[in-house]
């Protein structure tokens, strides 16, 4: 990261008149946002395919006169866009990738917006007051199993930023009483493809000289589903056959599973990992098959930063959006690679809630509708602005960049040493499941 106590705002800088400029600025903007919106709503695109949602933002910061790197840090689908000069770095994560079928079902299309909002708000006051300080758009693409972030991270996309911030759409029983939640820790994620190889064998006229790999797969799978009742709560194992043979009358000679193992720590999520490959493990001593674990990608579990969270909680308390800020909660059991973001700098990913009726949460055909309406757009729109502002006070205000800096060298301790920061409460079951 950049030194905390760099260049000092101008004593001259009134913090009510900064925003007001942010939020002018983006209210001034909302054509275009809403545009982009329906632009990436109306044409989902998976994984490291979203080469519309590219090409349409990037055209579009273009033509607002900024400077902007397409395809950047290697990425085909990935950007970057910066404005000021000198001063710390405060970045925003746009997410724009879409799920098979059922589109934007997990509101990408909100988050891309709201992150794009934040950047224009913010780039408006630094230009406005001439302060030292830059801004950075990040596009993130394949969020949703792929890890971007995570090669972003390889490429050095987060070095040098002092805070990273993002904001991502739910449904509103996640957070009862308030327009949101500034303090949402997430689980860490191991994703597998655990493969099993046996012999084929003609099903009818001869099985026993057949090594059946798809029974492997069944007894990890049965395996795990018994292990599940030894596991604390706040643990997930979830999986799903992705090759169990071809024709009935083949022995399988192959089968695989695609397997999701998840803990409120990378530490905790190791353990449970090595349980639940016992599982694989047994499954092939049982049939006589061979068993390969492939690791694709592990999502760090989120671990947000205290002071940025209270900073976008009193933000929108200002705006009379009061989100909940609970830094205690145990979070959701969802998992994201903004949680690997939040190990290499101060990071947060606050939630907002969009009117989603009971029974349509996040990954349901019922979110994909909601989250392409006026009023979803209006309350995202909210919190962009209070993001922006978090990120107007950790560029000029010297003591909340240092408290920033502070709770994440902070965390890190706790990281280094397998801790999480909500510890006492592990003990209790996560009532609120979103997914």
């Known amino acids: 990261m950049t030194q905390i106590l760099s260049e000092n705002a101008p004593p001259s800088v009134d913090i009510s008149a900064a925003r007001r400029i942010i939020q002018e600025a983006i209210e001034a ?67 724009y990738d879409a799920l098979p079928e059922i589109g934007h079902a997990c509101g990408h299309n909100l988050i891309a917006m709201m992150s794009i909002a934040s950047f224009l708000g913010l780039a408006t006051a630094l230009k406005t007051h001439g302060i030292p300080g830059r801004v950075r758009l990040i596009g993130t693409p394949a969020e949703e199993g792929g890890g971007g972030k995570l090669k972003l991270i390889d490429a050095g996309a987060f070095q040098d930023i002092d805070a990273c911030l993002m904001t991502h759409p739910g449904p509103p029983d ?88 998840r803990s409120p720590t990378l530490g905790l999520a190791n353990d449970l990992l090595a349980r639940v490959k016992r599982c694989f493990d047994g499954a092939a001593l049982q049939t006589g098959c061979d068993v390969e674990v492939q690791m694709i990608n592990t999502y760090a579990d989120l671990r947000p930063n205290p002071t940025i969270c209270t900073v976008y909680a009193e933000e929108m308390a200002g705006m009379g959006s009061e989100v909940k800020c609970d830094l205690r909660s145990s979070g959701v059991p969802g998992s994201t690679d903004q949680g690997n973001v939040s190990y290499e700098c101060p990071a947060f990913q606050a939630y907002v809630a969009i009117p989603a009726e009971p029974g349509c949460k996040n990954h349901t055909p019922g979110f994909t509708a909601v989250a392409g ?47 999480d920061p909500q510890t006492p409460q592990l003990e209790e079951p996560r009532l609120q499941i979103v997914n």
């Open 174 to 261: 996640a957070c009862v009483g308030f327009t949101g939640d500034a303090y949402m820790p997430t689980l860490a994620n191991h994703k597998t493809t655990v493969r099993f190889t046996g012999k084929a064998a003609h099903a009818a006229v001869a099985p026993w000289e057949g090594v059946n790999a798809l029974d492997a797969a069944v007894l990890a799978y049965n395996g795990i589903s018994a292990l599940r009742q030894q596991l604390h709560p706040v643990n997930r194992v979830h999986c799903v056959m992705s090759d169990g043979g071809k024709r009935p009358n083949v022995i399988p000679a192959t089968a695989a599973m695609d397997c999701y193992v």
């Open 373 to 419: 309406t006026r009023e979803a757009h209006d309350l995202c729109v909210v919190a962009a602005k209070g993001m922006a502002l978090v990120g107007w006070k950790v560029l000029v205000d010297d003591e909340v960049a240092l408290k920033v800096k502070r709770d994440f060298q902070a965390d890190k301790i706790l990281r280094d040493q397998g801790k």
């Open 29 to 95: 903007r909302d054509h275009d946002l809403w545009e982009i919106n329906q632009k990436i709503h109306s044409t989902p695109e998976l994984a490291y395919s979203e080469h519309q949602a590219h090409n349409n933002i990037t055209s579009m910061l273009s033509a607002l006169g900024f400077s902007v790197t397409p395809h950047a840090h290697g990425l085909p689908t990935s950007f970057m866009a910066e404005s000021g000069t000198g001063g710390r770095i405060v970045a925003f994560n746009a997410e």
